[in-house]
């Protein structure tokens, strides 16, 4: 059993109380997703209720869920090699489509952030990825994405913009050095994504929708930070003031006084500016602060606080933009934090994930990009225990 496998039983073992059931049948230590675990229906039957067994979040059911989620998101890889997805962008509650995936299937584009998210899910889930069983699904999304890099460095198509560049380049960070067949190429596009990252950065220190713009938001920038810290620990140069001056960002939208004292505003400039926080901004606020090499909970105490208070409101909307990409972040923040607070968090999680998944093996997502978008994710905070992703080692 790998070192990674042996820390996601102990991981699920002190978290279930011992109630861990599963079979490795992987000489190499990596779990079998793709086989049919020993309960599993008999082919062409229809699965259980998923929701089943609530009072059991064991590896097995873990390991069952994760395998029908990426079965189902092999099902949805386009002719081009991508995944597709609405881009839009947050209107208050709302998503406001700007692009749909209709569109993009009809013409062959795709999505860079859910295919990127799509990437990392894969990998989450610990396969080879030169030839292993989704080494298919790799070639063909590696060559698309590598495909959709400008001459500039940014990784585009279609109508997608920072947040899925940013997610691009960090699948590229965490997939470099796990492919020999495509090590040439993945190596020259996260160079290349990784200076016009950094070139797009402000005179604010941090970054927004599009790229050279003097508007910021905390919610983008997270995103930024943590590609390029993934990145530069995957071994790609990155500037050090890079980095500082989206320190000195964070560190400026710190609330002050009032009842979220401690936790982080949104917006610091332009118009909206020290205006609203949310349990998605304090997520993505401690985790930029984690990428950034920062662990002191003085810096951010208050906005892990925020999370604890404001999780079962945010739970109650699992099929929301900001369930997914909150608990993207918030996962990282809790899992890197430790202690009585992951413990609890995880257990919420994993269950709610785990009540959540539809009998195809999707997550439903009705406000935001999509379903790919939520069952990518679903599946890589599953598997976040297990360690396969350095980005979740902190």
């Known amino acids: 059993m790998s070192r990674a496998r042996a820390a996601f039983v102990a991981a ?10 599963a079979a490795f049948t992987a000489q190499d230590g990596t779990p079998p997703p793709l086989e049919p675990p020993r309960d599993a229906p008999p082919p062409g039957a229809a699965d259980p209720d998923p929701s089943s067994a609530l009072d059991d979040p064991s590896l097995q059911r873990i390991d069952r869920a994760v395998a029908r989620g990426l079965r189902w998101l092999a099902t949805q890889q386009q002719p081009s090699g991508g995944f597709v997805g609405d881009c ?23 999505h860079v952030g859910v295919s990127s998210l799509v990437g990392l899910a894969l990998l989450a889930d610990g396969q080879q990825v030169d030839d292993g069983p989704w080494a298919d699904s790799f070639d063909r999304l590696i060559g698309w994405l590598v495909g959709s890099q400008d001459e500039f ?40 994504a990784v200076a016009f990252t950094e070139s797009a950065q402000n005179e604010h220190g941090a970054w927004r929708y599009q790229p050279f713009t003097l508007e910021a938001d905390l919610s983008v920038t997270v995103c930024q930070v943590q590609a390029l810290r993934a990145a530069r620990d995957a071994g790609i140069a990155v500037k050090k003031g890079v980095i500082e001056r989206v320190v000195d960002y964070v560190q400026a939208s710190r609330i002050e006084r009032g009842w979220s004292e401690g936790a982080f505003y949104y917006k610091i400039h332009g118009r909206g500016a020290y205006e609203k926080t949310s349990y998605a901004i304090n997520a993505a606020a401690v985790t930029s602060l984690h990428s950034a090499g ?5 810096e951010y105490g208050g906005a892990l606080e925020y999370l604890v208070q404001a999780r079962d409101e945010n739970f109650a909307r699992a099929d929301h933009f900001y369930f997914w990409y909150g608990n993207w972040y918030a996962a990282q923040a809790f899992w890197t934090e430790g ?30 990009p999509g379903d790919a978008f939520a069952t990518a994710v679903a599946c890589a905070l599953l598997r976040l225990p297990a360690q396969y992703l350095p980005i979740f080692r902190g």
């Open 88 to 110: 839009g962008h947050k209107q208050g509650d709302s998503y406001a489509v700007y692009d749909t995936a209709e569109r993009q299937r009809e013409d062959g584009d795709a």
């Open 339 to 368: 202690g009585p607070r992951w413990r609890r968090y995880w257990n919420e999680l994993s269950a709610t994930l785990l009540a959540a998944q539809e009998a195809d093996g999707r997550w439903r997502n009705s406000v935001g």
């Open 12 to 21: 699920l073992l002190l978290l279930t109380g011992g109630s861990v059931v």
């Open 294 to 298: 920062r662990y002191d909970e003085r």
């Open 153 to 192: 460095g940014y990784l585009c198509d279609g109508t997608t913009r920072m947040y899925s560049h940013s997610f691009g380049l960090l699948f590229l960070s965490q997939l470099y050095g796990m492919t020999a067949r495509h090590h040439e190429r993945v190596e020259r596009a996260l160079q290349q």
